[in-house]
C-alpha cells in the first residue's frame, strides 16, 4: 500500500505536463478545468486510501518511506560523501498535510473553473496551479532537507508566476512607487523577500550536513535524538531554518511580502498564500521538531516572533479596506499562532491550527472572490454593504468562516486557538505574557473580520447603481459550502481531553513528535480548572469582539469615523502597515538600488567588463590601424608579396 | 638528347612572364604574361617528358591547354567587364579589394 505513495506526487506533475505542453491548444475550458482538478482529485483519492489504510496499522507501522531513484550521489568512500535519493516519505505528519494540499487544493481548482471562467490565460493557470500542487507535495513528502528544498523553491516559483499571473495590471503595493507598480512587482517582491529565507534554509542545510553527515530525515533526527540539549551549532541550525520558514510564511521580519502577493488571482491567494505554501515553514519547523528540542534558545525566538506577528498583523487588520489585505494580514496573524504554538513545544496545537486555518482561511478567501466577482473587480469594502441579499450562499458561508477564524465555540478555529492558547500560558517553554499577547490577538481578529463582514454583506449598499452584484455559479459556491461544512467540523479532530474530548489529532501526531518532547522532558498536565477560565475568557474576549465590531460599523459607524480623527496619528502609522515597507525601503531597498547602479551597474558593469571588452576590441582595432596599410586593394601588389615568398623557399631549400 | 636548352628557355620565358605580371599596368599584358608563363612551363614538360621517354609530361600539357583556354574565355570576360565599369584596364586604378 505504501508503494502507491510516488502516484500522489505524479499526477499533479502528469497535469501540469500535459497542460504546460498542449493546453494552449485545447479550446474547452471544461476539458482543461476537469484535468487540472481531475489529477489533485487523484491525489487526494490515492492519499485518503493510503491514510485509511494507515488508521488501521498500528502507531509504529505508520511510517514508510518509498526510494524512487537516487537523484545526487558524490560516493567517495569517506563520511563527507553525500548520496540524496529522490525519496517520498509517508507518515502522520507528512499524511496530513498531504491530505490538506490535495484536499483543500482540489476544491479551490473546482472553484477555479468558476472563476477564471473567460480568462485567456486558463490554461496557463491551470497547468501552474498543477506545478505548484507537484512541488508543494515533494515538500510535504520528502525524505531528506534536498528534496524538501526543491520542493520549496518550486513552490515559490509557483508562487511568483501566480501572484504575477496578470502581469500587465496596475498594483498598488502601498507607500512604495505609489502609482507605478504592477502585478509582477508583487510577485518579483515575493521572490526576492522569500530568497533572504531561502538563504537561511540552504545555510542550515550546510550546518545539518557538517554536523550530522546527512541529509537524511531519519538519519538526522536519529542522530540528534542522542545528543544533549545547548549546543550552539543547534542554535545556529534552528534559527537559520526559522530564518527560512519567517520567509516562506510571512512572519517578522519578512512578512511584507504576503500582503502585495494579494496581487494574484483570488484562488491562488486561497490555495497559496493562506492554506498551503505559506504554512510549509510551520510544516518545517514541525518536522525539525528534534532538533528545535536541542535549542530551547531558539525555540523561544520562535514563540517571541509569533506572538508578536500574531498581534503587529492583527492590528494592521483592523484599518485596512481592501477585502483581500484584510484577510491577508489576517493569514499573517494565524500563522503567528502557528509559530507561538511551535515555540512554545505545543507541535500538534500548531499543526492541528494549521488544519483548521487551511479550512477557514480558504473558505473566506474563496467568499472574497465571490464577492469580488460579484462586484466587477472591486475589492474596497467602504463601497460594499448589503451584499447578503444578493449573495446568501457566500454570505452564510463568510459568516461561517469568521466565526470559525474568531475562535467561537464550537467551530474548529476555537478548539485549535484556545490549545495553542492554553499551551502557550501553561507549557514550561511558554509564559503568561505569550498569553496575553496570543489572547489580545484573538480579540484583535474577532473584529477585524466582523468589521469585513458588516462593511461588505452587511448596512446599506455604497456601490453605484451600474453594478448589479448576483450569486456565484455552482462550480464556485459548492467548494464554499464543503469548505463551510468543514470550518465547523474540522475542530472536533482536537477536542481536548479537558472539555470530554479525545484530542485524535494528537495521539495521531504523537509518534512524530515523541523524540522532541522526551529531549524536552515536559511535565504532562492533567485537566486544570486553569484551562477553563483561561478558555472562557478567551471565548469572551472573542465574542467582545465580535459585538465591538457590530456595534460600531452597523449602527454607530460615525464612532468609527471619530476614532479615526482622534487618533489620527495611531490610525494612520496601522494603515500605512507601521511604515514597515518604508523603513526597509530606506534601509536596504534604496541604499541596495544605489550600491547596484552607482556601483555595479555603471562601476562594474559598464567600465570595468564593457571597458574589458571594448577596450581590447579598441587595441586590435588601434593595431589594425597601422597592418592594414599593406592592404592596399592593387592586386600586383600582393602577387609580388607572394612571388617574394615562394623566392625565399626556393633559396631556403637550395642552401639548406 | 640534351635537355638545358629546353629548360633554360622554359625558365627565360617564365620569369619574363613572371615580370610582365608583376610590373606592367595593362590588364591585357598582365593577362598575356600569364598566358607565357603557362606555356613556359608547358614548354619544360614536353621536354621532361621526351627526355625521359613518359608520355604522361605531354598529356599534361593538353590539361594545360585546355585550362588556359578556359581561362583565357574567363579572363577577357572579366577585363571586359571592368573596362565597361572603370573606362580603364590600368591596373593601379582597380584597387578596391582590400579593406
Keep these: 500500500m505504501f508503494s502507491y505513495t510516488p502516484l500522489i506526487v505524479l499526477f499533479p506533475l502528469l497535469g501540469f505536463i500535459f497542460l504546460g505542453l498542449i493546453g494552449w491548444r485545447l479550446k474547452s475550458e471544461k476539458l482543461i478545468g476537469i484535468i487540472g482538478s481531475g489529477t489533485v482529485g487523484l491525489s487526494f483519492l490515492v492519499a485518503a486510501m493510503l491514510f485509511f489504510q494507515m488508521l488501521g496499522l498500528q502507531p509504529e507501522d505508520r511510517k514508510h518511506a518509498v526510494e524512487l531513484f537516487t537523484w545526487i550521489s558524490t560516493f567517495t568512500g569517506t563520511p563527507s560523501s553525500l548520496t540524496v535519493p529522490v525519496a517520498y516519505q509517508i507518515d502522520q505528519l507528512s499524511i496530513l498535510m498531504t491530505l490538506i494540499v490535495t484536499g483543500v487544493g482540489f476544491l479551490i481548482h473546482v472553484y477555479s473553473i468558476g472563476y477564471m471562467h473567460g480568462d485567456p490565460g486558463f490554461w496557463r493557470f491551470f497547468a501552474y496551479l498543477n506545478l505548484f500542487i507537484f512541488a508543494m507535495l515533494n515538500l510535504v513528502l520528502a525524505d531528506n532537507f534536498l528534496l524538501m528544498f526543491l520542493g520549496w523553491e518550486g513552490v515559490g516559483l509557483c508562487s511568483y508566476l501566480l501572484i504575477g499571473f496578470w502581469y500587465d495590471r496596475k498594483f498598488d503595493t502601498g507607500g512604495y512607487k505609489p502609482g507605478t507598480a504592477t502585478t509582477s512587482d508583487a510577485a518579483k517582491k515575493a521572490f526576492i523577500v522569500n530568497r533572504i529565507g531561502d538563504f537561511g534554509f540552504l545555510l542550515a542545510m550546510f550546518l545539518i550536513f557538517i554536523h550530522f553527515g546527512s541529509l537524511n530525515f531519519d538519519a538526522v533526527f536519529g542522530r540528534a535524538a542522542v545528543l544533549t540539549p545547548g549546543s550552539s551549532t543547534m542554535v545556529w541550525i534552528t534559527l537559520l531554518l526559522f530564518l527560512g520558514a519567517t520567509g516562506k510564511s510571512a512572519q517578522i521580519p519578512l512578512f511584507i511580502w504576503l500582503p502585495d502577493a494579494m496581487a494574484g488571482p483570488t484562488p491562488v491567494s486561497a490555495l497559496i498564500h493562506a492554506a498551503t505554501m505559506v504554512t510549509a515553514g510551520v510544516y518545517m519547523v514541525a518536522r525539525c521538531s528534534v532538533l528545535y528540542a536541542l535549542a530551547p534558545a531558539a525555540m523561544q525566538v520562535v514563540a517571541i516572533i509569533g506572538a508578536l506577528t500574531a498581534i503587529l498583523a492583527a492590528t494592521i487588520g483592523l484599518v485596512q479596506n481592501d477585502i483581500k489585505k484584510v484577510l491577508a494580514y489576517s493569514t499573517v496573524s494565524q500563522l503567528g499562532y502557528m509559530f507561538l504554538g511551535m515555540g512554545v513545544a505545543a507541535f500538534s496545537a500548531g499543526i492541528f491550527h494549521l488544519l483548521t486555518h487551511a479550512f477557514f482561511k480558504a473558505l473566506l478567501f474563496l467568499g472574497s472572490g465571490a464577492v469580488i466577482h460579484a462586484m466587477h473587480s472591486e475589492q474596497d469594502i467602504q463601497k460594499m454593504g448589503g451584499l447578503k441579499h444578493h449573495l446568501p450562499t457566500t454570505y452564510k458561508t463568510f459568516v461561517v468562516g469568521a466565526i470559525a477564524i474568531a475562535g467561537i465555540f464550537p467551530f474548529s478555529g476555537f478548539f485549535s486557538k484556545d490549545e495553542i492558547l492554553w499551551k502557550a500560558f501553561s507549557s514550561d517553554y511558554g509564559s503568561v505574557f505569550l498569553w496575553i499577547f496570543g489572547v489580545l490577538g484573538a480579540g484583535l481578529t474577532a473584529f477585524y473580520m466582523f468589521r469585513l463582514v458588516s462593511l461588505t454583506f452587511e448596512g446599506e449598499p455604497r456601490y453605484g447603481h451600474e453594478i448589479h452584484p448576483h450569486e456565484a455559479p455552482p462550480t464556485m459556491t459548492i467548494p464554499l459550502i464543503i469548505l463551510a461544512f468543514l470550518s465547523v467540523v474540522g475542530g472536533f479532530v482536537g477536542i481536548p481531553e479537558s472539555l470530554l474530548g479525545g484530542n485524535a489529532i494528537e495521539h495521531w501526531l504523537e509518534p512524530v513528535f515523541a523524540p522532541a518532547y522526551v529531549k524536552l522532558r515536559l511535565a504532562s498536565h492533567g485537566v486544570e480548572i486553569t484551562e477553563y477560565v483561561l478558555m472562557v475568557l478567551s471565548l469572551g474576549i472573542a465574542l467582545a469582539g465580535i459585538y465591538a465590531a457590530r456595534l460600531v460599523y452597523l449602527r454607530r459607524i460615525e464612532l468609527a469615523e471619530g476614532w479615526k480623527a482622534k487618533y489620527a496619528r495611531i490610525y494612520n502609522l496601522l494603515f500605512n502597515k507601521y511604515y514597515v515597507d518604508e523603513a526597509y525601503d530606506k534601509a536596504f531597498v534604496s541604499s541596495t538600488v544605489k550600491v547596484s547602479e552607482g556601483l555595479l551597474w555603471k562601476g562594474v558593469d559598464v567600465s570595468l567588463i564593457d571597458g574589458a571588452v571594448n577596450g581590447s576590441a579598441k587595441l586590435i582595432a588601434l593595431a589594425a590601424q597601422g597592418i592594414r596599410r599593406a592592404q592596399t586593394g592593387i592586386a600586383q601588389q600582393y602577387a609580388t608579396v607572394f612571388v617574394g615568398g615562394i623566392l625565399v623557399v626556393l633559396i631556403w631549400l637550395m642552401f639548406k | ?99
Design chain 2, 1 to 99: 638528347m640534351d635537355i638545358q636548352p629546353y629548360l633554360l628557355l622554359s625558365a627565360i620565358t617564365f620569369t619574363i612572364g613572371v615580370v610582365g605580371v608583376l610590373a606592367r599596368r595593362n590588364a591585357i599584358i598582365v593577362f598575356m604574361s600569364i598566358e607565357l608563363m603557362l606555356n613556359s612551363v608547358n614548354l619544360s614538360l614536353v621536354a621532361f617528358s621526351a627526355f625521359l621517354g613518359d608520355v604522361t609530361g605531354q598529356m599534361l600539357v593538353f590539361f594545360v591547354m585546355t585550362v588556359a583556354a578556359a581561362e583565357a574565355a574567363v579572363g577577357l570576360a572579366i577585363i571586359i567587364a571592368l573596362f565597361r565599369n572603370k573606362q580603364t584596364v590600368n591596373l593601379d586604378d582597380i584597387n578596391i579589394l582590400k579593406w
